[in-house]
């Protein structure tokens, strides 16, 4: 298994008020796109209620490093009671939507994900002996 | 001696959960349609229906789809829907009514690129354990980064398929033309 080293650790932002969901969703995409991650989209949850829609996404875009670590990133973002609504912006009108978005990053450098250091007890001593004292400057 | 099957499973993709009201029929036409459109030969491989509780019913379907892509090279694709509460609506949208479905469910996606799926390699212990060299250190760098990627990618394809269907407010897709 490969080892996650905790780079952040719950960073938490909440908002509520307007803002556009497909806007922010593809503002995340293309950033991550931009920077060279790879899409990975564990969780997509959304659920139709009277009070308003509840969104949950979980992301966990990567980043190889090296062939021996990489960069996680992973964003849960949970979205309550989205509505729809109309605003009037430069004299012009604008969906847009209503309700309260949370967010929670967590950041990960991810040692050997290929798990080639895993086949023997005396390989996994190896292993921890070059994360802490070779490979010093990535951990 | 027959060779034993060598599989790369793509990385899980996303898990859809999706709660409303939705064109069953629709749906999951859309989505068989998209796999066939790919050049998959299709397969319903399972369906469970449970008998219907006053809330709705429970029903589960698993799809099977495979392409060949070349020939060494397999790509296989597995679905699974979980549907609950499932039961008829009657909705009235611009002005005509429209009998529709109201429920929640789940999708799973999953690939898996078979190799050497023509057998070349099979026939002894020599054979497969050439097959294992030449796929972990001859051609893996190919098999990572233009087998397996295409096909994680191609995953989220059918994922966005599903999406616009149910009209998600996260649809869009900024990898939309890798591969």
Redesign the interface.
Known sequence: MPEREVVVDKLKLTYEGLFS??EL??LI??W??WKGYD???????????PEG?F?E?ELEPWKKVTDYAKNVIKIRIQMFD?KEVEVEKDHTKIKL?QGKVHFVFDGFLETDYESRWEGQPIFYFLRTIFDKYFYKPFT | MSKTLSFRKVRYVPIIKFGGIFNYEGFMKTLRNWIVDQGYEFHETSVKYKVPSPIGSEVEYAWWGWRKVNSYVKFHIDVFFHFWDLHDVEVVREGKKQKLQSGRFQIEITGRCELDWTNRFAGSRFMQALADFYDNYIVRRDIDTIYTDQLYYRLYKFQKVAKEYLDFETKESAYQDVW
């Open positions: 969901v497909r969703y593809n995409d293309e991550f796109r899409k990975r989209e564990n969780k997509n949850i959304e659920i139709v209620k829609k969104i996404i989205i939507n």
